[in-house]
């Protein structure tokens, strides 16, 4: 879909060398996506504190975490099936990528990371100088993994495969046999894969096992975020062998220290109430699933997979340029999407479906609004 690949391609040395900082896209996220009817955000609408069963009696600043407060160490290996000494708790997703990449690469090591990709992710590994490969998710195949290529682009250099399930940003789902595959080839070369979860809890009852299960060289990471609406906890978590994992703690020692223990104590709460917030959440992405299946099945301008589960879609705009389509959404409509650009494909855009339903029903609305403008 006039897509420019770099499949297999390294980055120019001058983008190895020079540091990355920053991500645009974070920045456009965090100060560029406030609109009314905001369909740019993939959490689910914030869960409220007042409907966890927590008082302020139970909640205390400090408390005994060295390794991990016990207690939600206890709680998150039993979530995921694992022994606690596989478990790292990490400040959200975000920073449990941080601390897998570092650990595992260093500067000068090939990296393959998947593309379209969730900008930190390259960003992380352009940080930590390494030299970046892609293998394609093609729009044209559903954004599945294509294997051929992967095996193309891996070298005895590589030292990490990068990938997310559910894909953000197309919500594309790697089923175990291609996360099987995967595995093989990442050990042919002694490499590892990141697999980051965060929506694959998303699919609720489901959700298959963790890939942390398909072997040593798996590393996973997840957090509360997306699926329950319980971002502000900051609840993430990696799974990794027992001798990484010990690695990865000793990053944990010279970057965060220690974590924040009134978020530790109310993360034990949520995860022993999970099943009542993913109720609340899987509700509301149904109504809202509902919806938006009835829009794309309406709009002969838009081709997208339709999302059985998961909390986004990326629309392929047949014609018409993207980015204005987003100005004129912001302008007019008070609407929010995120432009395909930030995942390097900008005919497309992605479409945040777990808002509240009354702000995703009015948002929704007023895209169609937009397209209609846009074809006349
Ligand atoms: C693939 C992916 N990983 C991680 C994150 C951040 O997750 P967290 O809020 O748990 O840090 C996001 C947020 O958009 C994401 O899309």
Not at 54 to 70: C, M, T, W
Not at 223 to 234: D, E, I, N, P, V
Not at 305 to 333: A, I, M, N, W
Request: proline content about 4%; charged content about 25%; hydrophobic content about 40%.
């Amino acid at each position: 879909m006039g897509q420019t690949w770099l499949t297999g391609i390294k980055m120019s040395t001058k983008a190895v060398r020079s540091r990355v900082m920053n991500s645009e896209y974070m920045k456009w996220a965090k100060t560029g996506a406030r609109e009314k009817y905001n369909l740019a955000v993939s959490g689910v609408a914030p869960y409220p504190l007042s409907e966890l069963p927590v008082k302020i009696e139970d909640l205390e600043i400090n408390g005994p975490s060295a390794y991990g407060y016990q207690p939600l160490q206890n709680a998150l290996a039993a979530k995921c099936g694992v022994e606690t000494n596989c478990v790292v708790a990490a400040i959200g997703t975000s920073f449990a990528n941080f601390l897998v990449m570092a650990a595992t690469i260093e500067a000068g090591d090939e990296v393959l990371i998947e593309q379209p990709v969730y900008d930190p992710l390259s960003s992380i590994a352009g940080y930590l100088r390494a030299e970046i490969k892609r293998f394609r998710r093609d729009a044209a195949n559903g954004f599945q993994i294509d294997l051929r290529d992967l095996e193309h682009a891996i070298t005895s250099r590589t030292r990490l495969i990068v990938l997310t399930n559910l894909h953000n940003p197309s919500n594309a789902y790697t089923d175990e046999e291609t996360l099987r595959q995967i595995g093989e080839i990442a050990r042919s070369v002694g490499a590892r894969v990141l697999v980051d979860e965060v929506y694959l809890e998303a699919m609720f009852e489901r959700a298959p096992r963790s890939s942390f299960h398909l072997g040593h060289e798996f590393v996973v990471t997840a957090s509360l975020t997306k699926a329950y609406g319980l971002s502000g906890l900051r609840c993430g978590w990696i799974l990794a062998e027992p001798d990484l994992a010990k690695k990865l703690w000793g990053l944990v020692d010279i970057t965060i220290g220690i974590p924040a223990h009134p978020a530790e104590l109310l993360s034990v709460v949520a995860l022993a109430n999970l099943g009542q917030v993913a109720k609340r959440s899987r509700a509301l992405l149904e109504t809202n699933r509902a919806l938006l299946d009835r829009f794309l099945d309406q709009r002969d301008d838009l081709t997208a997979h339709q999302p059985g589960v998961g909390t986004v879609v990326f629309p392929h705009l047949k014609s018409g340029k993207v980015d204005e389509l987003c100005d004129l959404l912001r302008e007019k409509y008070e609407t929010s999407i995120v432009p395909g650009r930030f995942f390097e494909m900008s005919e497309h855009f992605r479409l945040g479906y777990a808002g509240a339903p009354e702000m995703f029903g009015a948002g929704i609305e007023r895209l169609g609004w937009a397209l209609d403008e846009m074809s006349v």
